[in-house]
Every structure is written in C-alpha cells, then in structure tokens.
C-alpha cells in the first residue's frame, strides 16, 4: 500500500493552515474558511465546503485529510454525562468525556496514550507511558465530541470548556498540546475564551515557566498533599519540582497571564492526605494567594490501596481549607455507572470494553474470542 502522504488538517493551529493554503498557491483567508467548516461546523469533506473553489476543493482532497481517531465506544449515563473510548493505535485506546452542568458541558480529553508520571493514586500511572498523542489526536477528540454534541436546540454551543484531565501529562507532551490548546482557543476554531480550556498538570515547573510565556489557557495543578514529605510519595515528579517551587512558578503564571488563579486539585484518600491537620497545612500554605482548592474524592480502581474519603472527611476538609482562608469546593462524583469519573480513565474500563467486545466476537458466527 502506498504510504498516505496528505496532511491531516488537524494537526495545524492557525498559523500552520495558512502556510498550508499559502502552499498550494491561495490566499492566507482560505484557512479561516477551512478552519470554520472543520471547528464550527464539524465537517471532515472537502466535497461539502461549498464557498470554497471546486478546483481548491479537488486538490484538497489530493493533499490533504481530516482524520480522527476510531470511535470503539460510546456510552450515555443516567446523569448525562457521555463517555466515548477511542482508537488512537490497533489495540490502544484513550478515553474521553463529556460532563453537562447547568450552564455548561465540559470535554475532558486525553493528551498522551499512558503516562509517566507514575502517581500512586491514579489508574493511568499503571499502564506506563505508550506514546505522546499528535496534535491531530488532541483535537480530533474536539472534533469528534463536537460532531455528536455541536449546538442545543436554543443555538448555544454544547461543548463550552474543554479540560486536559483526562489521560496523560500534557505539559509533558507540550509540542502538541500547545498548538491543540490554541485551535480550541482561536476564534475560527472552537472559539472558547482562555478561561475555559484548562492545562491540568502534576507539576512539570519548566514547562510552566514556558507556558506562561508563550499561550494563555487556564491552569490547574495536582497538588494532592501540602507537604513535600507526602508529595513525594503521591505524586513523584515531587522529587524533582518540590512544592516552593511548583508555587512558585503558579503565582508566576499568575502574574505573567494576568489570570485570576489557579486551581489546585487536591484527591481526598481516606487516612493518608485527608485528616486536619493537611487541611490546616495546606490552607497555610494558599492563603492569600491567588489559589481555589477543588477537592475531588478518590476515585478507586481495582488493585489500588488507596480508599475514597468518608463524606464526612470530606466535608469537614473543605470546612477547615475554608476556615483557613482560601477558596475550596468538592468536585461532585459524574458519570459512576460507566466509570467515567476523573481517574478511572481506561484502566479497568479497557478491560471491561475487551471483555465487552470479546462476548460481541464471539457472538458473531466464526470468531472466536
Ligand atoms: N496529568 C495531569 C492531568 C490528568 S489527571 C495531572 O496530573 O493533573 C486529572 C486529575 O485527576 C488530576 O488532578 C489527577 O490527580 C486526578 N486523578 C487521578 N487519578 C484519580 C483517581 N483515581 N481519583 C480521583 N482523581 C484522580
């Protein structure tokens, strides 16, 4: 087979389309229009976008494509929330999730296939880091939730925040996340406002410094323990980028971005970060800083040591971070009858879907799974 050599037009921001258009001897603004039809309109055929050339549109089609990864599974919860597994490599799949509230719907999508970091607490830590994913898996993730979702029937847009919290690092994929970051943000591609596409991170200082400097997304950081001493047991990259230093470079983004604050999230496991004196510890430690604390309950996955916190603990830690001084809110529980909830991406719900899929084989006549 001939090795497919057209552009896959998700992989570009803005400035990379217009040098592709310029390329293939148009004007600058056939990017927009292009950017429109693929964003606003989620369409992946030339053929359809009809103010552009039919002859631009031909050659289009010779050179470049709009690829997106394999949807294996769609799911719906009871509450709303929408839960889509898709095929990034054969065989390997990233998760990705849409949350509906009041007013909003949230996508959280995945950045990398695995991750690195090594967390304790999180499903994904297990698997390791596969690969970094392409700037066109990042957005095709957009793009496929924008097809489902696109507008509510009263014209307002579904998807209105986009987060990095699914799978993977993304600061550590940076060469990709940026560009993605910047379509969702680019008013001919999602056109969402800097305050709702969010960089979640475990705490990779460099790349924040960077990042401070050069795009203009939310930020929020896994801090999880208010002391070195625990951090560097729940979250590794502690070791390397303590906490002076990862709050730090928070107040310098801050300041750089001229943002309001970062949020700091804080996994609540029962006996180990969840007791009163980390939630005095890590109020001395935000206090008076631009900072929220959203404190999300463990999310348990099989093999881990870890438990979720009673509602109590829970209750009485956000009290206490309040009575500190800083802002804190508990992050509600979404989307538990199909295991969509924040770090439960793919590990048990990979096995789940292959078992699922091995009983759809081998109910089909001849495979046997
Ligand atoms: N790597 C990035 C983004 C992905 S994780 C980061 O660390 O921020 C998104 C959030 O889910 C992080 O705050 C992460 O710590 C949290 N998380 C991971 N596993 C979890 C679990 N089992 N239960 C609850 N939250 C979890």
Not at 167 to 178: F, K, Q, W
């Amino acid at each position: 087979m001939e090795p497919d050599k057209r552009t896959n037009l998700l992989d570009l921001n803005r400035a990379g389309m217009e040098s592709f258009v310029v390329g293939m001897g148009e004007k600058p603004f056939r990017a927009r229009q292009l950017m429109k039809w693929i964003y606003r309109r989620a369409t992946g055929d030339f053929e359809a976008m009809t103010d552009l050339g039919k002859d631009f549109r031909r050659r289009l089609a010779d050179t470049a494509k709009i690829s997106v990864p394999d949807v294996l599974i769609s799911q719906n919860s009871s509450d709303g929330t929408r839960k889509w597994l898709l095929r990034v490599d054969s065989g390997q799949a990233i998760e990705m999730v849409f949350i509906p509230e009041p007013g909003r719907g949230t996508l959280c999508i995945s950045s990398q296939l695995g991750c690195a970091m090594d967390c304790t607490f999180c499903s994904t830590a297990q698997q390791g880091l596969n690969r970094n994913l392409s700037t066109a898996e990042i957005l095709g993730q957009v793009w496929l939730a924008n097809r489902e979702l696109g507008y509510s029937p009263d014209g307002n847009r579904v998807i209105t925040n986009v987060v990095f919290m699914g799978m993977g690092e993304p600061l550590a994929n940076y060469r990709n996340v940026v560009p993605a970051a910047e379509v969702m943000m680019d008013d001919f591609g999602l056109d969402l406002s800097r305050r709702r596409v969010t960089v979640s991170t475990s705490g990779l200082v460099p790349q924040m410094r960077r990042i401070a400097e050069e795009t203009n997304v939310a930020l929020a950081v896994s801090l999880h323990a208010p002391n070195d001493e625990l951090r560097n047991v729940l979250v590794p990259i502690n070791r390397r980028h303590p906490i002076k230093d990862l709050l730090d470079a928070c107040w310098h983004y801050v300041d750089r971005q001229n943002a309001r604050s970062v949020t700091f999230e804080y996994v609540l496991l029962d006996g180990v970060n969840d007791q009163s004196r980390h939630a005095r510890e890590l109020a001395t430690l935000l206090r008076g800083k631009p900072a929220k604390v959203n404190l999300i309950p463990f999310n348990p996955f099989p093999g881990t040591q870890y438990r979720r916190s009673a509602e109590v603990a829970i209750d009485r830690f956000r009290d206490l971070v309040i009575k500190g001084g800083v802002v804190a809110t508990v992050r509600r529980t979404r989307g538990d009858d199909i295991d969509a909830a924040c770090g439960q991406l793919v590990g048990r719900v990979a096995d789940r879907t292959a078992a699922r899929l091995g009983e759809r084989l081998s109910a089909m006549p001849g495979v046997h799974g």
